[in-house]
């Protein structure tokens, strides 16, 4: 496991048995992951955690879902203080359940947006982070409602991550970065500035 406190490891702990009882009922990762939880969802979640920056006040999560990554950097924040605060956009109502469920388990104090990506106010957030919730277009559509001017994306990608940048670039001008996931050799983690409609 990545190198995380003995608190934030048992913070980590109580989500992942939460999940396991949860799952069957509400399919929050999929069943062909399950084995492999920590490496496939948590160590996956936890590389974006050195990509904040350490004076970063605020983070939101898009769709977040079973809460990755969001909930997992949030859980790490309880410790490091980086972000400062963190809010998780769900539309599904029992997923939302879910992770206040584990926020409460874990005494944690992320704030659970339960609805629509689009349709939640603005956010004014230093980052947003997503993962597995849309292509890149769309992604960038939601950043540009929900991150502050001079904010930062961070999106784990799979293995047509190249392809979609050619096609956001049609409509949206960005600056990009594309770090090598630490999971997987065909994803990449995408590090978003300057987002603006062409």
């Not at 399919?27 to 996956?44: G, M, P």
């Amino acid at each position: 496991m990545s190198d995380v406190s003995r608190e934030t490891m048992q913070r980590l702990e109580t989500y992942a048995a939460t999940l396991l009882k949860w799952n069957p009922k509400i399919n929050l990762v999929s069943k062909s992951t399950i084995e492999d939880l920590w490496e496939r969802h948590f160590e996956d979640s936890l590389q974006l955690v050195s990509h904040i920056k350490p004076d970063t006040r605020y983070l939101v999560d898009m769709g977040s879902g079973g809460g990755f990554p969001g909930l997992v950097i949030s859980l790490v924040a309880e410790d490091t203080g980086t972000p400062a605060r963190t809010t998780l956009i769900e539309s599904d109502q029992r997923k939302s359940a879910f992770l206040r469920t584990v926020l409460r388990e874990t005494s944690s104090k992320a704030n659970i947006l339960t609805g629509r990506i689009e349709e939640a106010p603005p956010q004014n957030a230093d980052v947003v982070t997503a993962r597995a919730l849309a292509d890149l277009s769309k992604l960038l559509s939601f950043a540009d409602r929900h991150l502050a001017p001079n904010g930062t994306a961070l999106f784990l990608k799979g293995k047509n991550w190249r392809k979609e940048i050619v096609e956001a670039e049609e409509t949206w001008q960005f600056r990009w970065n594309a770090v090598e996931s630490k999971t997987n050799p065909d994803a990449v983690l995408l590090e978003i500035g300057d987002i603006k409609r062409v």
